[in-house]
């Protein structure tokens, strides 16, 4: 396993305000993380410091995926973001194009060029999720749990080492949460690093990974959950 994420003593604001302090973890492929706390307690401004849309303040090294968020130039975001593949809990799918649309026009945003390339993509991740009957489809024609699988896809398309992904089972029933939790679990079993903030604390003993708790402005990371 490698890392791909360190912090160490670093501190996340927004609005000017401190959220979270003395902040050090890391985040290696292959594993499986989640992000616990309350609401408001800053596992969502956390989780956005990875992909620079929230600032980091002080400490010695912030750390994504080899770039220095700490000192990073804002005209290399756009690369730092195109290797994280991002999972949110309302899909924040495009509701006037089919899932292969959707899909299509994050590859063509991000460079890819090759209408065979993209097609092939498009149907290895679409293979991925349990989704290669699906698109023809419109958002509206699925289920909630199907445009969260479309959503995981949308995340792999550019085959990024870490998947972060936001309440993903927020907005859904619990057995549907219960398969999606299972499949970005087995994304971590294929060498992918994931981090999932939940509030749902069932999920952690269903399915168990490494644990990190944002509480009292400081993160705690806690003992591995082991298996019975």
């Given at each position: 396993?490698?890392?791909?994420?360190?912090?160490?003593?670093?501190?996340?604001?927004?609005?000017?305000?401190?959220?979270?302090?003395?902040?050090?973890?890391?985040?290696?492929?292959?594993?499986?993380?989640?992000?616990?706390?309350r609401v408001g307690s800053g596992k969502s401004s956390l989780m956005k410091t990875m992909y620079a849309d929230v600032g980091l303040h002080g400490g010695t090294t912030a750390e994504v995926l080899g770039f220095d968020l700490l000192n990073m130039r804002k005209s290399k975001i756009p690369y730092l973001r195109r290797k994280i593949g991002i999972v949110f809990q309302d899909f924040q799918l495009l509701?006037?194009?089919?899932?292969?649309?959707?899909?299509?026009?994050?590859?063509?945003?991000?460079?890819?060029?090759?209408?065979?390339?993209?097609?092939?993509?498009?149907?290895?991740?679409?293979?991925?999720?349990?989704?290669?009957?699906?698109?023809?489809?419109?958002?509206?024609?699925?289920?909630?749990?199907?445009?969260?699988?479309?959503?995981?896809?949308?995340?792999?398309?550019?085959?990024?080492?870490?998947?972060?992904?936001?309440?993903?089972?927020?907005?859904?029933?619990?057995?549907?949460?219960?398969?999606?939790?299972?499949?970005?679990?087995?994304?971590?079993?294929?060498?992918?690093?994931?981090?999932?903030?939940?509030?749902?604390?069932?999920?952690?003993?269903?399915?168990?990974?490494?644990?990190?708790?944002?509480?009292?402005?400081?993160?705690?990371?806690?003992?591995?959950?082991?298996?019975?």
């Amino acid at each position: 396993m490698s890392v791909i994420v360190n912090y160490k003593d670093v501190e996340v604001e927004r609005a000017e305000k401190s959220v979270l302090k003395d902040v050090s973890f890391t985040l290696s492929t292959g594993e499986f993380h989640y992000l616990v706390g309350r609401v408001g307690s800053g596992k969502s401004s956390l989780m956005k410091t990875m992909y620079a849309d929230v600032g980091l303040h002080g400490g010695t090294t912030a750390e994504v995926l080899g770039f220095d968020l700490l000192n990073m130039r804002k005209s290399k975001i756009p690369y730092l973001r195109r290797k994280i593949g991002i999972v949110f809990q309302d899909f924040q799918l495009l509701q006037d194009r089919s899932v292969s649309g959707n899909l299509r026009f994050v590859l063509r945003a991000t460079g890819w060029d090759s209408k065979r390339d993209i097609d092939e993509r498009i149907e290895e991740v679409l293979a991925m999720v349990g989704m290669s009957n699906k698109s023809y489809k419109m958002p509206h024609e699925l289920s909630g749990g199907e445009q969260q699988r479309i959503v995981i896809a949308r995340a792999l398309l550019n085959k990024p080492e870490l998947i972060i992904a936001d309440e993903p089972t927020g907005n859904l029933d619990p057995q549907t949460g219960y398969q999606i939790v299972s499949l970005l679990h087995d994304l971590a079993d294929n060498g992918h690093c994931v981090l999932m903030a939940t509030h749902n604390l069932q999920l952690v003993d269903d399915f168990p990974g490494k644990v990190m708790r944002c509480e009292g402005k400081k993160l705690i990371v806690e003992s591995p959950v082991l298996s019975c």
